[in-house]
């Protein structure tokens, strides 16, 4: 069993603070992932979770057990790294069977967890091989397996597919997802690719720049998105968000057009960033009237759909609406976009933080 606590967490290296206030909560068997962009902190933090680093200030609990001083040996945790280390000179099977014998488990014990192990990551054939003779991604599951292999109550994975083909990556995915129903451990999953942790994760961190974005289901995340940041990172293609003036039930945008949406923010703040989908609008040859009046950049066949990228006004980055395959606009045509009923999204331009409705 491992349920985690972080509270207040900080972590300095010398002057530098990279870590500003961590509070999380875990519950026993959830996949959590961290996501956010390089630099964030995510292993920095892991890190302090497997007791590698030191953590400046605030306090860590393993099942209601402060870990701050607790030798990571002890913690029942295994780490599989973003640079996954395999010793050169073992092959397969000792490289699994290194970690499980320092925890000092005799031999029979080692063995059939190492069998156990090698079937589930489907390494049977490949025990006596040694890591030069392996692809990237068959090593990447002797780094997994020989994590598996301690039988950690917590298992944290750091960027474990980052050297792997895009066809690859998802196999192993699949494969880290029923290993964590197999074994029925909590698990920790580190990666900056925000389809992976919507794919993967029970629960997801949204971190950015040392701190927590957002903690949430990935549909929490993607239908009420916390702040700009989070509304941005989530989602791809990405939302399109549009500064507008509120007056009334209008929302304009300057020399663009103006909309008067079904739900409005509550409140009275008058400047608001409009956020959609890609799925969330309509695009139209432009017949006048309402919407957003905008130039078509091109249009991006993709077989099930197509993707309008439209310029509006001058705003500098053009946005993505998702369409019927069929549709086909010429670059440069003039249309006009509605939102749909209950697409919009409202963040405060002064805070950048969600406002409801
Ligand atoms: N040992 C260290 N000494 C000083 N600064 C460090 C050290 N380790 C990490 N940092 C800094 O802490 C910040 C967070 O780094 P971290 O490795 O946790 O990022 P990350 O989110 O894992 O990024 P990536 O996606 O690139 O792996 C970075 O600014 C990094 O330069
Ligand atoms: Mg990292």
Redesign the pocket.
């Known amino acids: 069993m491992a349920r985690l606590s972080l509270r207040g967490i900080r972590k300095r ?2 002057a ?1 603070e ?1 870590l500003h206030g961590i509070d999380l909560d875990v519950k026993d068997r959830e996949l959590i992932v961290f996501v ?12 302090l979770i497997a007791g590698l ?1 030191p953590i400046t200030e605030g306090e860590f609990l393993l099942n209601d057990q402060r870990m701050n001083e607790v030798a990571p040996s002890r913690r029942g945790i295994a780490m599989v790294f ?1 640079s996954y280390a395999l010793y050169p000179h073992m092959n397969v099977y000792e490289n699994m069977a290194f970690g499980a014998r320092l925890m000092g488990l005799d031999k029979t014990e080692v063995e059939a967890r190492i069998a156990e192990a090698a079937r589930m990551l489907r390494l049977q054939e490949l025990m006596q091989r040694r890591p030069r003779e392996l692809s990237g991604g068959q090593r990447q599951r002797v780094a997994i397996g020989r994590a598996l292999v301690r039988k950690p109550q917590l298992l944290l994975l ?2 474990p597919l980052s050297n792997l083909d895009a066809a690859l990556r998802s196999d192993v995915r699949l494969e880290i997802a029923r290993l964590h129903r197999e074994i029925g451990g909590t698990t920790i999953y ?1 990666t ?1 690719d925000q389809v992976e942790a919507m794919t993967l994760a029970d629960r997801i961190v949204v ?1 950015n720049g ?1 701190r927590i974005e957002q903690f949430g289901s990935p549909r929490e995340l993607y239908e009420t998105p916390a702040n700009v940041f989070v509304a941005n990172f989530i989602g791809s293609p990405r939302m399109a968000m549009l500064p507008v003036e509120r007056h009334g039930n209008v929302l304009t945008a300057p020399g663009i057009g103006s909309i008067t949406p079904d739900r409005l923010p509550q409140g009275d703040e008058r400047d608001i960033l409009l956020g959609v989908r890609p799925d969330g609008m309509t695009v139209m040859p432009d017949a006048g009237g309402e919407g957003f009046a905008g130039t078509v950049v091109y249009t991006e066949y993709l077989g099930d759909s197509a993707f309008v990228y439209v310029r509006l006004g001058d705003e500098a980055a053009p946005i993505w609406v998702r369409c019927a395959p069929d549709a086909n606009f010429a670059p440069d045509t003039a249309v006009r976009l509605q939102v749909l009923p209950g697409r919009a999204h409202y963040f405060s331009r002064r805070t950048s933080e969600r406002l409801s409705v």
Request: overall charge neutral; charged content about 25%; glycine content about 16%.
């Open positions: 290296f010398k530098v990279v956010g962009p390089s630099g964030c902190g995510k292993s920095t933090l892991l890190r680093d973003q750091d960027e580190v900056h971190m040392g």
